[in-house]
């Protein structure tokens, strides 16, 4: 089945004529492209991954390392009766040193490790700049909506305040059936009207701080910016989302910057399988060692002593530590397998989820455009022009006009609502990565 990209066009059209769009922009404000890359650039937990990356760039090479090599230094064999240096043939001060080599291939598995946990850093990089994208995104279309539902209470507003006088003109001249709680009624719906569009200034507020902080400057130095909601964004699904088929939709999945961290988590743990192998492995040590030892007393030379070594461990005894840890080692590798299937799982949820509530919305827009909201204004302006002839009562012309009013809202919350699963079908299947450059390859 396809998504009928097509009434995405249709849809900004009809969203177009609902949001006035401004002829000039101060310096200070910002579009939805402009706060995303702020939003990105500025992001706190950007900079604590590239510390991180950077502690992993030393890990790497350190992890490489051989251990440090040990010297000893003793006095062997030293007389108790006189503590003299020279006195017996067997005392000597021996220095040694002794170096260690880790078991099999260590050393180079510890660096890949290493390495894999920086390519998943920087894959969960790339994420947070997709996760930053949408959140900004989502926002903005809240912004939109809030403006939006502003300027159609404003409008309706400036009817009921009409209407209003219109009633109040006819009640005091006693013409007509106008009535005191006619009166009342008009009042009350015009104080429901400014409640309703402080709320939406409060949402619009609301989102303007939101966004504020996602972009605000690390040293938290205050910037006025401003945002322009009247314009609509153009969000469009990217050109590879064609169908709902299964194996198509898996393969945008399994390169989504999320799958691609959980894969190279499970390289990852696949090292500590092969580091648990090297176990069983001998380690082994070489030593050396001079041996000085002083003339005797009655000035016969004495040799000095050189000691070389080579010693190494036994891993014979495996069934309570090397056979636990691969064990261990393994089912952990099993459990990051099963977790990068409930993620994909998840995923390919959340996008037949926002595939089918797409098309849902587009269905109802259709009907709202072309049905309800027509005849909605049909029965206003009748009503209207009942009463306005005798024929008719007030409460019908303030339920008729109330209704255009919420018809319009609803009508306005499903074009966001459609622009935002475009936009989380786009973050599912084909993410905005930005600027960002640092997603392994």
């Not at 003109?169 to 719906?189: M, T």
């Not at 849902?360 to 029965?379: A, C, G, N, P, V």
Request: hydrophobic share 40%.
């Amino acid at each position: 089945m396809k998504i009928y990209t097509k009434t995405l066009s249709t849809l900004a059209l009809l969203l177009s004529n609902v949001i006035v769009c401004t002829n000039a922009l101060a310096q200070n404000t910002l579009t939805l492209e402009q706060a995303i890359e702020l939003a990105q650039q500025r992001d706190l937990w950007q900079q604590q991954a590239r510390f991180q990356s950077k502690a992993l760039d030393a890990r790497e090479i350190a992890a490489g390392s051989l251990p440090d090599p040990s010297i000893n230094f003793s006095l062997m064999n030293l007389p108790m009766d006189s503590f003299s240096f020279n006195q017996e043939a067997m005392t000597q001060a021996k220095v040694g040193v002794a170096q260690m080599f880790p078991r099999g291939d260590s050393l180079n598995i510890a660096q890949r490790k290493v390495a894999l946990e920086r390519n998943q850093l920087d894959w969960q990089q790339a994420n947070r700049y997709n996760q930053i994208a949408l959140l900004v995104s989502e926002l903005w279309l809240d912004g939109v909506a809030a403006d939006g539902a502003i300027l159609l209470i404003e409008k309706n507003k400036q009817l009921f305040e009409q209407l209003m006088e219109v009633t109040k003109a006819s009640y005091a001249s006693a013409l007509g059936k106008v009535r005191q709680q006619d009166v009342i009624r008009a009042e009350l719906e015009l104080l429901q009207l400014e409640e309703r569009l402080a709320s939406e200034q409060q949402k619009r507020a609301n989102i303007h701080a939101r966004l504020t902080s996602l972009i605000q400057r690390n040293d938290f130095t205050f910037e006025d910016v401003k945002f322009d909601f009247s314009v609509l964004p153009a969000l469009k699904l990217g050109e590879r989302i064609k169908t709902k088929s299964q194996e198509e939709l898996l393969s945008l999945l399994t390169v989504h910057p999320t799958i691609k961290a959980l894969q190279t988590q499970e390289l990852t743990v696949a090292q500590d399988i092969e580091l648990a192998k090297q176990n069983y492995k001998p380690q082994w040590g070489v030593n050396a060692s001079y041996g000085y030892r002083d003339d005797a007393d009655n000035g016969m030379n004495r040799a000095d002593f050189f000691s070389v070594g080579v010693s190494f461990d036994l891993p014979i005894f495996t069934s309570n530590r090397q056979d636990q840890q691969l064990q261990a080692a393994q089912s952990q590798a099993e459990a990051t397998k099963t977790a990068t299937q409930l993620t994909i799982k998840s995923l390919l949820g959340q996008t037949y989820a926002e595939i089918s509530n797409l098309e849902r919305l587009f269905e109802r827009q259709t009907r709202y455009k072309s049905q309800l909201e027509k005849q909605s204004s049909e029965q206003a302006e009748a009503t209207l022009t009942a009463y306005t002839h005798d024929d008719g009562n007030f409460t019908d012309v303030v339920w008729a006009r109330v209704n255009v009013l919420n018809i319009q809202l609803a009508s306005l919350n499903i074009d966001i609502q459609a622009l935002k699963s475009v936009a989380k079908l786009n973050a599912l299947l084909q993410p905005n990565l930005g600027q960002y450059q640092g997603a392994p390859q």
